[in-house]
């Protein structure tokens, strides 16, 4: 059996939730921080900045590394038109759950995967309904998961899943950071075997 070889691949982010769910298609791929500033444009939509950063992550490490495909990708909540970001701490996430709870927040997850100037930018968006909780549960969640570096504090992969009514998407990692449905077509498009004749 001939053992296909994929192109060099490269996760252009810090995050540890995409490591891990790029880790599930067994392709080898390194790991580079983008470095990239994610302030918003005055007047920027969710949906426009998750775009703008995941192409913008992307494009930082590629820059650097022109022989290898990119990928760039970013997450944005959005309740009622505003933006929702990474809370950073305890007092953010709590003003953050209070806000969203009986609530329908979506979350856009953009995604680039970018090699010179051959590029594809797509959003993934995820349709999340918060259950009307107390303060007292809110507040347990936090303390027990301590999800300060995800967008809108609802760690879904974890505790945070007990604090949503319902989650619609075409694309269930999307929520969690990667949508891999989405990044697996972009990915075979761009000639990749997956799975590969190697995967174990």
Known sequence: MSISTNPPLILASTSVYRRELLERLRIPFEVISPKVDETPLAGENSLDLSLRLAHAKAAAVSKARPEAWVIGSDQVADLCGAAIGKPG???RAMAQLQLMRGQ???FYTALCLMKGDTQTTLCVPTEVRFRKLSDDVLEAYLLAEEPYDCAGSA???GLGISLL???QSDDPTALI???LI???TLLRDAGFAI???NTK
């Open 89 to 91: 701490n305890f007092e």
């Open 104 to 106: 329908t927040v979506t």
């Open 155 to 157: 760690k879904s992969e």
């Open 165 to 167: 009514e319902a989650i």
């Open 177 to 179: 950071g990667l949508p």
């Open 182 to 184: 989405a990044l697996t």
């Open 195 to 197: 799975p590969s004749s």
